[in-house]
């Protein structure tokens, strides 16, 4: 024995491949981490070529270079001579482990993926979605930030966004205001459509193209019901469908046009000497 480590037998039996498995182990860490770094900088240009939402793209980098370090470290281990099998079955395990405690937290992970890539609403529309109408201010991974009309700041998660009907008001760029203007059965239904065209008309904000719809709708118990249906910007809506509300009620008192309200007619009969109603 003194003899094989005088003679230097025991370095190339052990310290020699002890050292060229390590070496080949950094070596392949080493260009492993290079491979890495160059993917994830040919996948960033792909994403931004590809018009992918910054944040999304950022996220689904990090995940992909996590994953790619993981199998460099495995390769590297494997040349060392280390069992990876049960590595990965750990890992796998703890994976599960983490994704059943975190499903909430990955539906609306997932949810938040949907609707950077698909985009229902952007920041800065007004939008009705799990039964929240107001401005989106931000989209973030897993839960959206709205501003209601009274200012107050929501916080919704993605999962209960994306899984009901998410209404966007600013999707297109004009709206169509629908009002039911009601007149009595003595008033003129000329003279009220002109008055409702001249009033439709005189406001600035009401398009020509499409142009407003003035139409009877209806032949109520109490009254002639008249739909009028303008269209504005969307920016527009709200502040014209009040203005118009109050210029109509207006301009119907000037024209001596009525608006009834709901009534009933009771007839008095007097049969046999008594009264009957």
């Known amino acids: 024995m003194n003899e094989k480590f005088a003679s230097g037998e025991w370095l190339q039996a052990y310290v020699w491949p002890w050292a060229i498995n390590v070496a080949l182990a950094v070596a392949i860490f080493l260009a492993g981490r290079w491979a890495a770094r160059l993917l994830i900088s040919i996948a960033e240009k792909l994403l931004r070529r590809g018009g992918m939402d910054e944040m999304l793209a950022h996220f689904v980098l990090s995940i992909l270079h996590g994953v790619l370090l993981l199998l460099v470290v495995v390769a590297a281990l494997n040349q060392l001579g280390v069992d990876t099998t049960s590595l990965v079955a750990i890992i796998g395990a703890a994976g599960l482990a983490i994704g059943l405690s975190l499903q909430d937290s990955l539906k609306n992970f997932a949810a938040g993926v949907m609707l950077i890539v698909f985009r229902p609403f952007k920041a800065g529309d007004f939008v009705e979605a799990a039964g929240t109408m107001g401005t989106v201010e931000k989209i973030n991974i897993f839960s959206s930030t709205f501003r209601t009309a009274d200012n107050r700041e929501i916080i919704i998660p993605n999962g209960a966004i994306y899984s009901g009907v998410i209404t966007n008001y600013s ?103 008594a009264d009957a109603g």
């Open 171 to 273: 999707a297109r760029s004009q709206r169509r205001i629908d009002l039911i203007m009601s007149i009595g059965y003595d008033d003129d239904i000329r003279l009220a459509k002109g008055v409702i065209e001249s009033v439709l008309k005189a406001d600035e904000r009401v398009l020509a193209e499409p142009e407003p719809f003035i139409g009877v709708a209806e032949l109520g118990a109490s009254s002639v019901n008249i739909h009028v249906r303008p269209w504005v910007a969307s920016g527009d809506f709200f502040a014209t469908s009040c203005d118009l509300k109050e210029k109509l009620k207006l301009a119907f008192d000037d024209n001596g046009i009525s608006i009834p309200f709901p009534q009933m007619d009771l007839h008095h009969y007097r049969q046999g000497g």
